[in-house]
């Protein structure tokens, strides 16, 4: 028989544990082999839980347990969780993860041990929750040449931006019912300054270069500075802001991943999705595009895909390592472009009377502001345009890219 570590009993963790008994019938009959979770770890008492007898504080525990086979890290971070993981991975035991920012940080590394060591180190959950996308990305679209990738990759912030739009919230109002509904956390950087997102660009951009992309080498602007009047002269040209993740592939096979609100057009399928959901649009040669779509966080969703990648281990454990899910560590300078050298249409909002709106623009509105969007130009050539507006006077507002896909 084989048998599972939960590593964490928090939100997703627990789920991992509820949603393996509640299901274990149908799971180990895909499994095809008998399986039981024999550990959780965690350093609180759970001393009332049906689960008790499982409970341990000690991860030699686990790693000394030649039985166990498969652990799911659920604990969040870095600091102790890298730790825990790799010790496993040196173990030769198979690891699943909703750790995203291990991923981002470590996944070089971490997926090279499980590669010496002949097991595997599977992370579905770590980017869209229940959204199944990074297996979808090394196998079922093997055969594509991807040349992006673009979607709304963190819940917290659709569902601001959404009451935004659809409830003419302010950002303040709009970001403390997210935390009254537990959407976001008490300290909610990470999602509203975009570094969640980014961490989720970066896997699935590693995915599809099999190198390793660092958050630091991804532009990344989160949403504080939406207001309004943004949102509303938005919809007034047509489109809705959302916080976009995406990674487009040049020529030269460089790459630019960014993290940025914005525009995006009411006939884009991403602009209809709403409140927290997620949805991930992927470009290749052969399918043109795919759009993955679903609850991109939440207990029971994250359960969902941390328990199919242990089932997935549990089902290819005489295998060993799945080789196609890998990326390998790298100078990013090798292969991340500079994000002023990617194209948009481009939203900007003046003070009255700003003379350097360019002939072509789309008028938005022209009265106490002026709000126009401007032809397809580079960054380059945005933030040259932004700077000439500031020097003749006039105070710019807001830039905000459009999403043209």
């Given amino acids: 028989m084989s048998k599972i570590a939960v590593l964490g009993y928090g939100t997703v963790g627990s789920g991992v544990v509820e949603l393996f008994y509640k299901n274990k019938e149908s799971i180990l009959r895909k499994v095809g082999s008998d399986a039981d979770i024999k550990y959780i770890l965690d350093i609180r008492d759970f001393s009332g839980s049906p689960y008790s007898d499982k409970f341990t504080k000690d991860i030699n525990d686990i790693l000394n347990d030649d039985e166990v086979t498969v652990v799911a890290e659920c604990m969040g971070g870095v600091t102790f969780a890298y730790d825990f993981v790799k010790a496993c991975l040196q173990k030769g035991k198979s690891v699943s993860t909703s750790n995203k920012e291990l991923v981002a940080k470590k996944g070089a590394e971490l997926l090279a041990i499980a590669k010496e060591k002949n097991c595997n180190f599977f992370f579905e959950a770590s980017v869209g929750g229940a959204i199944p996308i990074i297996r979808p990305l090394h196998k079922c679209l093997a055969a594509n040449d991807i040349t992006g990738i673009a979607g709304i990759l963190n819940g917290t ?43 989720k660009i970066c896997i699935l951009s590693s995915l599809v270069t099999g190198k390793h992309i660092y958050p630091d080498r991804v532009f990344t602007k989160g949403i504080t ?37 914005m525009l995006v057009p009411y006939d884009n399928l991403i602009s209809r999705v709403d409140d927290v959901f997620n949805a991930v649009m992927v470009f290749g040669d052969g399918i043109d595009r795919a759009m993955f779509y679903g609850r991109g966080a939440g207990m029971l969703p994250t359960a969902s895909a941390v328990l199919g990648d242990v089932i997935e281990e549990l089902k290819t454990e005489e295998i060993g390592t799945d080789r196609a899910q890998t990326w ?30 360019p002939a072509d623009a789309e008028i938005i509105e022209n009265g106490s502001e002026t709000a126009f969007v401007t032809k397809s130009m580079t960054f380059a050539e945005a933030e040259k345009l932004e700077a000439s507006v500031k020097a003749a006077g006039c105070e710019v507002k807001s830039r905000i890219a459009v999403l043209d896909i």
């Fill in 328 to 357: 390998e560590d790298c100078n990013n300078d090798e292969i991340v472009a500079d994000y002023r050298e990617s194209s948009a249409r481009m939203y900007f909002r003046v003070s009255a009377g700003c003379t350097l709106v």
């Fill in 225 to 261: 500075d939406i207001t309004l009047k943004d949102v509303k002269l938005a919809d007034k040209f047509g489109a809705a802001i959302k916080l976009i993740a995406s990674m487009k592939k040049l020529e030269n096979g460089k790459i630019i991943p960014m993290v940025m609100p």
């Fill in 157 to 199: 912030t659709n569902f601001i931006l959404g009451k935004m739009i659809n409830d003419s919230m302010d950002f303040a109002d709009a970001l403390k019912m997210a935390q009254d509904l537990g959407y976001a956390e008490k300290d909610p950087t990470a999602d509203i300054e975009g570094h969640d997102a980014c961490r």
